[in-house]
């Protein structure tokens, strides 16, 4: 059996569309056909090299994707919940994380692992090839772990859910929780953040404030329960300010998740927390370093949290998100139009452009 899948042969170089063997699956691990994957920030991130010395070459792009099982190796019958896996079932995983460094093991924190096997940027050129959601097939390697997708739950959701709503999830256990009496400001308004905007909401904070551009993706972040939102093009840090404040009895916000990656928008963050407040970093994506005195947290005796990936337990949540509040929250808006492989490189540069939110992708599309 072959499996079409794009690849990145070098950085910044154009991406092609090439032809794998799909293996036959050891034990404990799953050959997949991909339903639908989903196009990230990150993709683009890989394509530019921004990602080295951690992402290689030739790599099959694209780590949101949803498989279909198709063959089962040995030893694999059961998701991490226990639920039965047979041929037919939609799932996302993790990465494969080793399970036997000191992160795996002593500091139980799976996403800092020394030895990790990543999807979206590993080496495709060595066996087993297809560890990239940009494929018609995937390797699920037998260290990576599983969870079924909810029937009630599209696939083009659950691939979104697999690295955006995920590392939301994770995002917020790390800060503690989000309490009935806070103000969470969101900046960015990305699919991260706009996320980050439903789950504020959903999980009881009092105010829900969204910082981002264009206005379109601030129409978004309404929908999602937003109740103010900046664009921040058209207005300036001090502005901004006034707007928490305003909402916060002159106090600043309870909790930031900083979604955009923007050097600025972290500096900015520091300012608009509250003395005693959190804030989550989790875009953190521009190279420019960020300004910040270090009295700012000791003064304001701030908490500061580093959100990288997620465990599969938030790939759960996620799940159980989607499926708990979809008649909830229009989800739907998130997602741009459907593109083949070969389109791939198009529908990148459109999110580029911020024209698409979500870009998904069929691999079988002609």
């Known amino acids: 059996m072959k499996a079409k899948a794009l690849v990145l042969a070098a950085y910044k170089e154009p991406l092609e569309v090439r032809e794998f063997d799909v293996p036959e699956p050891e034990p404990g691990a799953i050959v997949v056909r ?18 080295q010395p951690v992402s290689k070459t030739p790599a099959i792009l694209g780590h949101e994707m949803v498989g279909v099982i198709e063959k089962l190796g040995t030893g694999r019958d059961v998701d991490v919940a226990g639920a039965p896996l047979t041929k037919g079932d939609r799932v996302i995983w993790a990465y494969a994380y080793c399970g036997r460094c000191y992160y795996c093991v002593v500091a139980h924190q799976p996403t800092l692992c020394t ?106 972040a309404t929908a999602f329960g937003a109740d103010a939102v ?93 499926a708990a509040q979809k008649d909830n929250f229009p989800f739907e808006r998130l997602f741009g139009e459907t593109y083949s492989l070969a389109e791939i490189p198009k529908a990148m540069e459109r999110m580029h452009r911020l024209e698409e939110i979500k870009p998904v992708v069929d691999p079988f599309k002609n």
């Open 230 to 322: 900046c664009n921040i093009e058209k207005t300036d840090a001090k502005q901004r300010a006034e707007l928490v404040r305003s909402f916060t009895d002159g106090r600043g916000a309870d909790l930031v998740f900083e979604c955009s990656g923007s050097h600025h928008a972290l500096e900015e963050a520091i300012g608009i927390t509250r003395m005693g407040g959190r804030i989550v970093v989790i875009g953190a994506g521009d190279p420019q370093p960020a300004q910040i005195p270090g009295m700012a947290f000791v003064m304001k005796q701030i908490s500061v949290h580093g959100i990288r990936s997620a465990g599969i337990e938030y790939y759960r949540e996620a799940l159980a998100f989607l």
């Open 115 to 220: 030895n990790f096997t990543p999807y979206g940027y590993a080496d495709c050129g060595k066996h087993p090839h297809l560890l990239g959601g940009f494929a018609q097939y995937a390797y699920i390697l037998p260290a990576c772990h599983v969870v079924k997708v909810p029937d009630e739950v599209p696939s083009h959701w659950a691939s979104s859910a697999s690295c955006a709503l995920r590392t939301i999830m994770h995002a917020t256990a790390r800060a503690g929780g989000i309490r009935p009496a806070e103000t969470v400001l969101v900046q960015g308004s990305g699919p991260v953040g706009l996320y980050g905007v439903a789950a504020a909401r959903a999980f009881g904070a009092r105010r829900v404030i969204c910082f981002g551009a264009p206005d379109g993706r601030l129409e978004v």
């Open 34 to 51: 991909i339903d639908r994957a989903t196009i990230c920030g990150t993709d683009h991130h890989v394509h530019m090299g921004l990602l």
